[in-house]
């Protein structure tokens, strides 16, 4: 997978280089280009810059140096007429990032992440980029950041450990918190060595070698862990249906 990011804080993306993703790399599973936007600017100060038409507090990104990194990063191929990619711009505006958009993700050859700062993109951007990749804006929760690297941290680690040979034991993936197929629980309580801590003791049920009396348990814990921490996710809950579940679906 081709992974492309673009900011004014490419230094900020380097713990990519770490670790599994940085595995990744080295492996040749990932393709990782952070590019600067200022290489796209032309003036002496490299202005990526401006202030908002219509008054209001801050600054907000000219589109021009945008539209030239995206037509370099993404080229329009010309015999298809579109870019095969797909364009994530990072702002607290955009929809929500689930282990769904994830899992769809780790299904792309290309990903190019916009990283926005200050009080966002020009809006034309997004339109613009529209016309030849599939493009959404996305956010990673109901909080504000400084800038969209950080999400875009987020993201690039939650798809490339999806990607087939970045986890050891595949198995891993299905069975935690959010994972499809777990019918939406959060993960039940994990315990090893030593069977007694400072006076808490490891539940006798996981010493019992009983494997159906266990996962009975563990069901209960993750459905009891899930009301307390997520009501939201529980079957019944009033929430937004899942795409799959929207009545014509
Ligand atoms: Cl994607 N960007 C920023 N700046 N803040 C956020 C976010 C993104 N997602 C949640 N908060």
């Known amino acids: ?3 492309d990011v673009v ?9 990519l280089r770490l670790s599994l993703v940085g595995k990744a790399i080295e492996n040749g599973i990932v393709d990782l280009g952070v590019h600067d936007l200022r290489r796209w600017t032309h003036d002496r100060h490299r202005t990526v810059d401006d202030t908002p038409y219509g008054g209001g507090a801050g600054m907000v990104m000219r589109p021009e140096p945008w539209g030239e990194a995206l037509d370099e990063i993404a080229p329009i191929d010309q015999k298809a007429g579109d870019h095969p990619g797909r364009l994530l711009i990072m702002t607290p505006a955009g929809r929500p990032f689930t282990q769904r958009l994830a899992d769809e993700l780790a299904g792309e050859d290309h990903l190019i992440f916009a990283c926005g700062r200050y009080e966002g993109i020009d809006a034309r ?7 030849r990749m599939r493009t959404d804006e996305v956010s990673i929760g109901d ?7 950080v999400a875009a941290l987020v993201i690039i680690e939650a798809v490339v450990r999806l990607l087939p040979g970045v986890i050891g034991n595949p ?7 959010h994972a499809a197929g777990h019918d939406q629980l959060l993960e039940y309580p994990l315990y090893t060595k030593p069977p007694s801590w400072r006076e808490l003791d ?12 266990i996962a009975a348990w563990r ?3 993750a459905e009891r862990i899930t009301r307390e921490r997520r009501p939201d996710l529980l079957p019944g809950a009033d929430r937004d249906p ?3 579940e929207r009545p014509g679906a």
């Open 171 to 177: 198995e891993s993936l299905a069975e935690e918190s």
């Open 7 to 15: 900011s004014i804080f490419p230094e900020y993306l380097q713990p």
């Open 143 to 149: 909080y504000v950041l400084n800038g969209g690297e």
């Open 242 to 244: 899942r795409p799959e």
């Open 219 to 221: 069901r209960e814990q």
């Open 1 to 3: 997978m081709k992974i």
């Open 125 to 131: 951007v997004a339109v613009d980029a529209s016309r």
């Open 202 to 213: 490891v539940p006798e049920i996981l010493f019992s070698g009983h494997h159906a009396r």
